[in-house]
């Protein structure tokens, strides 16, 4: 495995930055206005979306690291951490996303934004009261009336570190029960997808299915899986392996249609094994990706923020002079990638990292300092004990 001089892993860097490249992409495409999803192109782009599912896998992979970092705090010690990386942007994403949508709304004709839109219902009490609690992610109709669309990856990654030392103690502690948590894991998505769980509106808004937190738990669990097997030192898999995950890989792609259930269920496990494989060269374009991938919470708000930016001001003048969808898609990857970087590094990075030291140098100091406390009152002796000790004739 490549690390860098800082210890972290150099090739899982590079598949995050590979990750939110493709997230970025699809939605600097999806966002073109009146494109209404009738493009030629809508199939091939739908699947960068699988960009999202491969940043769970990593964060399985890494979260099961972290874990074996938090030693001195255990439990308490990982959800500080967790919530510290999380909480400040999502907080911060959620005002600007609101400030976003009310600034966008007073320069653009009412026809535009008029009252029956999903925003202004979606801006009630309740709905508010349910974003704030990170429980959007329970409730179709709350990700259906989304006050920060995007989000809800976000939420999953949240519901998953809260339930990961309970997942780890009891149903993933090793490699073989790891799989075995990940088959149950994708039975249960697959088969209550179709169920209880399945949401649609009538305007074309995604199924629920596609977003729910137990659609996403098998890429969590894969990336477990892949942790057990580098932890256990297996630094090659059988080629045997890799032939049927190239083949696999291969007849995924031919058959990628529309179900995204089946590209979780297929086209990630079969990609799985190259992730631990592929030896990415330290070059140029891999550095710059590994750059992307250590700021991945950063970019992803930033990128939300700017495109809805780019849609608004630059992109519906253009649209509206006659511009054709490709030309308007490249003038979104031109403006999106260098705003999109220079926010996230300059700035949401920035907050990001202030945060994460804030919350866990404070939490650590006080943790160090209980345990110092309860040392040293466990190596005092009582007081009466002492006192009729030194009473005794000598």
Known sequence: ?????????????????????????????????????????????????????????????????????????????FWVRRAAKIAPLYYLFLVLGIGTFLLVAAFTPT???????????????????????????????????????????????????????LI????????????AFWIAATVAANLLANGVWSYGSADGYPAF????????????????????????????????????????????????????????????PALAPFILLVRWPQNAATRLLQIFGRQTYALYFAHLFVLKW????????????????????????????PLCFALSNYVFDQFDRCFLRLFVDKYLIWEQSRQQRSEAKAETPPKEHATAFEGQPQ
């Open 1 to 77: 495995m490549h690390n860098d001089l800082s210890g972290r892993t150099f090739f899982i860097d590079v598949w995050r930055g590979i990750a939110i490249c493709a997230i970025l992409l699809l939605h600097a495409y999806a966002m073109i206005p009146g494109l209404n999803h009738q493009s030629p192109y809508d199939p091939q782009f739908n699947h960068l979306g699988l960009g999202v599912h491969l940043f769970f896998v990593l964060s399985g992979f890494l979260i099961s690291e972290s874990w074996d970092r938090c030693t001195t705090g255990g439990v308490i010690e």
């Open 111 to 165: 026809d535009k934004f008029p009252s029956t839109h999903f925003l202004w219902q979606a801006l009630n009490p309740a709905n508010l009261a349910v974003h704030m609690s990170l429980l959007q992610g329970l409730f179709p109709s709350a990700l259906e009336s989304n006050v920060a669309p995007g989000t809800w990856s976000i939420v999953n990654e949240a519901y998953f570190y809260l339930l990961y030392p």
């Open 168 to 179: 780890r103690k009891f149903l993933a502690r090793g490699p073989n029960s790891a799989v």
């Open 209 to 268: 299915q596609n977003y729910y937190f137990l659609g996403s738990l098998p890429d969590f669990a894969l990336g477990m899986i892949l942790y057990w097997v580098k932890k256990r030192g297996f630094d090659s898999i059988s080629p045997a392996v890799v032939a049927a995950a190239l083949a696999t890989l291969f007849l995924s792609i031919a058959w990628f249609q529309s179900s995204h259930l089946f590209e979780n269920s297929i086209f990630l």
């Open 310 to 337: 780019l849609d608004t001001f630059i992109l519906l003048p253009l649209r509206d002079d006659g511009m054709s969808t490709f030309p308007l898609f490249i003038i979104n990857l031109l403006f999106a990638f």
